[in-house]
């Protein structure tokens, strides 16, 4: 079992910036991949960006070059800084890991909002 649980969500004015983190607990060898995702109602949750247990990092087309994902293996955490934010990419933004390659677990969410 993995446990993952966000925090840094906000509301910030267009053009302001946030650091998302995600701690992760439990069966922490066993996790592979670590992504970040956003999801606003109505919409399937769409991935914003992810990377490999390596640290090989893949982004969103609409938010790279201004998100920059990261992750520490040391203290099992993967933060989303996002910098220039704009109202679209205001949502609630999910931890996903994957473990084993095979299961899959989630966090909470914490809400962004990107407002003036």
């Known amino acids: 079992q993995v446990q993952l649980v966000e925090t840094g969500g906000g509301l910030v004015q267009p053009g302001g910036s946030l650091r998302l983190s995600c701690a992760a607990s439990?069966?922490?060898?066993?996790?592979?991949?670590m992504s970040w995702h956003r999801q606003v109602p109505g919409k399937p949750r769409d991935m914003v960006a992810v990377i490999s247990d390596g640290g090989n990092t893949g982004y969103g087309a609409a938010v790279k070059g201004r998100f920059t994902i990261s992750r520490d293996k040391v203290k099992n955490t993967v933060d989303l800084e996002m910098n220039n934010l704009n109202v679209e990419d205001t949502g609630v933004y999910y931890c996903?890991?994957?473990?084993?390659?095979?299961?899959?677990?989630w966090g909470q969410g914490t809400q962004v909002t990107v407002s003036s």
């Open positions: 439990g069966s922490v060898d066993g996790i592979a991949v």
């Open positions: 996903k890991a994957v473990y084993g390659g095979i299961w899959t677990y």
